[in-house]
Nanobody
């Protein structure tokens, strides 16, 4: 079992930046991928960025490409989401999730952290 805790959310003005952190604990050696997802009120959950814990390769949604950067520190069991040039439409609850070895889906989720971008 892997436990995840997000932090770093808050209120920021449009154009500003935030850095989200995701702390993993438990059976972390089995984690092969970390993803950041978000869900705004009345909208479906959206995958924002994903990273491989082995080679660091990352993919982004078109809506954040060029503005957000996902990274990980395997030694500290941490993952991060650097968010720059924030827009009001980035307002959502942001979740990190872990994909375990052999799994096709992200099966472990954090409790989420709120990001609010004011115009």
């Amino acid at each position: 079992e892997v436990q995840l805790v997000e932090s770093g959310g808050g209120l920021v003005q449009a154009g500003g930046s935030l850095r989200l952190s995701c702390a993993a604990s438990g059976f972390t050696v089995d984690v092969r991928g970390i993803g950041w997802f978000r869900q705004a009120p009345g909208k479906e959950r959206e995958g924002v960025a994903k990273i491989s814990t082995s080679d660091g390769s990352a993919i982004y949604s078109d809506s954040v490409k060029g503005r957000f950067t996902i990274s990980r520190d395997n030694g500290k069991n941490m993952a991060y989401l650097q968010m720059n040039s924030l827009k009001p439409e980035d307002t959502a609850v942001y979740y990190c999730a872990a994909r375990r070895n052999g799994a096709s889906d992200f099966g472990s989720w954090g409790q989420g952290t709120q990001v609010t971008v004011s115009s």
